[in-house]
Structure formats: structure tokens, C-alpha cells
């Protein structure tokens, strides 16, 4: 019998978590001893109708994972049972690390068309195999954290709650995606393993399989309120009213049994909650909470609230699990400068901006944000916040700085509030945030 093949993709295998045309280009360049230095930029050119920003997410976890790519043994004996390798070339894949730099801007960062999210600067070899695997996971996490940051900010300060794992795209994105959820802002998540790997508050009830496990909806809540003191009930399995009165019922009754809240997971959320909420104080409950699930997303997290909803949390799944609205963002990781000198792609729509980089931010009096300016690196800017840092230096990783990524949450509650009102609208529209070149990289531009 064979070995059973892996759920998950272990860290031994990132090294194999690539295109065939990143190792037969690596084949290429060693065979022609191409070694010199090379800068590829990442970034994207259009943001989705649906999106005023992304929330860049994932870039400096994808340059931690760079900095420490190793080829396996066994990754290099399946290397060599395709028959595509120099047993040469197989050889120095064995010694391979990356030694190049990497600049990153922090997680959490809000950002536009064109702007770096990520720079990396090594000899060419080193640099071409890094994308796939960053353009997949920030691919990911970024499209994952503009979703959840929206939802976030329809909830008015409510908590959000992940409920999406089980439509998601399968198991990595499941567990890699609350890591964004966490950057975005939301209160928990009901994923364990996600959860516990990347800090997130544990959160969640009960499924109707329970209540109807049960020979009475009021049996079932009684026996939850007994295992989990302050539990949070879900009162839709048959008449959502008439669960909410077995609720209270069952706090008339037995009032060492605590009740946190009840969850409604079907129909009008906007009228049952409403009318669970009158039922709820009239009880003498009004420190008894409304948790509201059900297909949400902001569109309509925003409607039930704009329409009065006596909401407290929502619970969001699908919608957010897959991004549904804007699944994927245009996103490229081009060459722009090899062996000192200017690159350039002149495909028509796909031209790339030269040479290393710098983005800075700028504020307006208010401290609101008020434009960008894309630079190159080294050229002397007076305006702005430099935004790019340098995570990755001569193969090592900035532990301090990689530190510092665990402050996304904080960092994006900081965001948006320096935001522009017109970039925090829910409904689609043009964005109206300036981004602009600077002298010296619009000179370069138009000479290359």
C-alpha cells in the first residue's frame, strides 16, 4: 500500500512549491552563468471594481519563508526522477540559500495600483525562484484581508466572527486565511487549528444537529447551558420567536443556567432580531446578546444596521471565506532592474516601473492620507513617510522587524481611521487616491 499523500503542504516541500518555469529558467541561468544582480517587484495594476484598497497581507511572513528555502534530499531525488535536471545542476541546488535582500511593506498596510508591496534584490537565480511561492501567498492573504477589512467596517465596532472554513478553498487558505482575518481586525474565529496557530480567539455554538439530536429544542438548550456556563444558543432550528421564548423560559426556570446570547442563522435577521430583542428585555434580559449569521456580507451587515438591527456580533462565512466579489487581484512579480541596468516590459497594459523602489505616504494637515509617491530607492525625497522596509538583508531575516508584523491589527485599526471617508465607502467607485511618480523615476521611465 502507498504512503498516504500529505493533507497539508509541509515547510521541507516549499522549495517545490513553484512553477517548472522558475527551475528550468534557474537551469538556464547557471548553465549560462548568469549571476549578477536582480530586482523584481511586486504589485498589482488595477484594483477590483469592488475595492477602494487592498490590504496588503502575507508579504513579510512570504519573505520570512524565503529567507530560510531549502532544497531536501528528497526533494531533489523527485527533481531528478523527472529527467529535466544536470545531475550538476541537481548538485548546486543542494547548497542553494537565498542571500539577497528583501523590502516589505508591513502587513496591514493599505495600498494602490502600481505600489510595491514587496521588493527583492539578489543575484537573478535567487530572485526568480521566490515567485510563485510569495505571489501565492500574498496573493491570498491579501484578497482575504481586503474582504474581512470591509466586513469590519460595516460592523461599526461590533465583533465579527470567521465561520467560513468549511466552503473555503481548501485547507491551507482555511488555516493561512485567519491569519488575515486576525491583520483585518475580526474578534475570532471557528476554526481550532487556524485559530490556535495564528492567535485567534476561539468562538462558536452549536449546529441545528444538535438541537434536533435532542427530543425537545428546549431539552437541547438545557443540557448546552449546563456543560457551557454562558454559552451563546442558536434558537432557529424551528420557530426563531418561539426558540428565544425557550430561552427565557429556561432562565425563568433554572436561573443558575447563564445564557450569553442567542444566535439567529435564517430568515428576516433584521425583524427576528427586533423582535427577540423586545422579548428579551421584556424577560428582563437586555445583558443577553443577538449573534446574527447566515450568507452575511458587508452589504448586507451594513443594510441590518442602517435599518436599526439590535445587533450585537455577526458570524460570516462563504461571502468572506472566498472573497466572493473579488476573488483575485491582478497581481505581477516582474523583473525591473538586472545587472545595474533598467528593465522594462513593453507588453501593451503590462508596463512595469524601473529599478528599486521606494513608496512613501503623505498627510494632509488632519494627518488623514492624503497621496502617494512612488520614488526609486536611493533618490532624495523630502515628503512622505518611507513606507518599504528591509525585512531580509543578506539572507537574515530582521527578527525585530518580523516582530513588529504581529502588530498588523493594531496598525490597521490605526489606518483606517487616517483614511479618506470616500476610500471607507462599502459600495463600489472610482478611487480617488492620488498615486504618483517622482521626478527621477518618471525621467527613468520615459528613458528606458
Known amino acids: 500500500m502507498s504512503d498516504p499523500v500529505p493533507v497539508q503542504v509541509d515547510d521541507s516541500d516549499l522549495a517545490l512549491l513553484t512553477d517548472l518555469y522558475q527551475l528550468t529558467m534557474l537551469q538556464a541561468y547557471w548553465k549560462e552563468q548568469m549571476q549578477e544582480r536582480a530586482t523584481f517587484s511586486l504589485y498589482f495594476r488595477k484594483l477590483p471594481p469592488t475595492r477602494r484598497f487592498m490590504l496588503a497581507c502575507g508579504q513579510q511572513h512570504a519573505a520570512a519563508l524565503a529567507s530560510r528555502l531549502r532544497f531536501t534530499t528528497s526533494a531533489l531525488a523527485r527533481l531528478a526522477d523527472t529527467g529535466k535536471f544536470d545531475d550538476a545542476f541537481l548538485d548546486w541546488l543542494a547548497g542553494w540559500r537565498f542571500t539577497g535582500d528583501i523590502w516589505t511593506l508591513p502587513e496591514g498596510t493599505p495600498v494602490f495600483e502600481n505600489e510595491p508591496l514587496l521588493e527583492v534584490d539578489a543575484p537573478i537565480a535567487e530572485a526568480q525562484l521566490l515567485e510563485s511561492l510569495i505571489m501565492n501567498m500574498v496573493q491570498l492573504e491579501t484578497v482575504l484581508a481586503s474582504k474581512a477589512v470591509r466586513i469590519v467596517m460595516a460592523a461599526r465596532g461590533r465583533p465579527v466572527v470567521d465561520f467560513g472554513m468549511r466552503r473555503m478553498h481548501g485547507v491551507d487558505a482555511a488555516v493561512r486565511g485567519v491569519r488575515a482575518y486576525r491583520t483585518a481586525g475580526l474578534a475570532g474565529t471557528s476554526n481550532v487549528l487556524g485559530g490556535l496557530r495564528h492567535d485567534l480567539t476561539l468562538n462558536g455554538t452549536m449546529a441545528h444537529s444538535y438541537i434536533l439530536a435532542h427530543d425537545s429544542e428546549l431539552e437541547a438548550f438545557r443540557a448546552f447551558a449546563r456543560h457551557y456556563p454562558g454559552t451563546t444558543l442558536l434558537v432557529d432550528t424551528h420557530d426563531t420567536l418561539e426558540g428565544v421564548n425557550k430561552v427565557i423560559e429556561l432562565m425563568r426556570d433554572d436561573p443558575e443556567l447563564s445564557v450569553s446570547a442567542i444566535r439567529l442563522d435564517s430568515g428576516d435577521l433584521g425583524e427576528l432580531a427586533k423582535g427577540a430583542r423586545a422579548l428579551l428585555d421584556e424577560a428582563g434580559h437586555p445583558d443577553v446578546s443577538i449573534v446574527a449569521s447566515s450568507g452575511l456580507d458587508e452589504h448586507q451587515i451594513d443594510t441590518l444596521l442602517e435599518d436599526g438591527a439590535p445587533i450585537d456580533a455577526f458570524g460570516v462565512g462563504t461571502q468572506m471565506g ?24 513593453h507588453s501593451p497594459g503590462k508596463i512595469n516601473l524601473p529599478c528599486r523602489k521606494q513608496l512613501y505616504r503623505r498627510r494632509d494637515a488632519e494627518g488623514r492620507y492624503a497621496g502617494d509617491l512612488i520614488a526609486l530607492r536611493d533618490e532624495p525625497i523630502d515628503d512622505g513617510e518611507p513606507l518599504l522596509v528591509p525585512l531580509v538583508q543578506a539572507g537574515r531575516l530582521d527578527d525585530a522587524e518580523m516582530a513588529r508584523a504581529d502588530q498588523a491589527r493594531e496598525r490597521v485599526a490605526a489606518c483606517l481611521e487616517h483614511l479618506p471617508v470616500e476610500l471607507r465607502l462599502l459600495a463600489p467607485g472610482e478611487t480617488r487616491y492620488p498615486v504618483e511618480l517622482s521626478e527621477g523615476l518618471r525621467r527613468l521611465q520615459s528613458e528606458t
Open 322 to 345: 472566498v472573497a466572493a466579489d473579488a476573488p483575485v487581484i491582478d497581481l505581477s512579480y516582474k523583473l525591473v532592474e538586472y545587472a545595474g541596468t533598467p528593465r522594462v516590459k
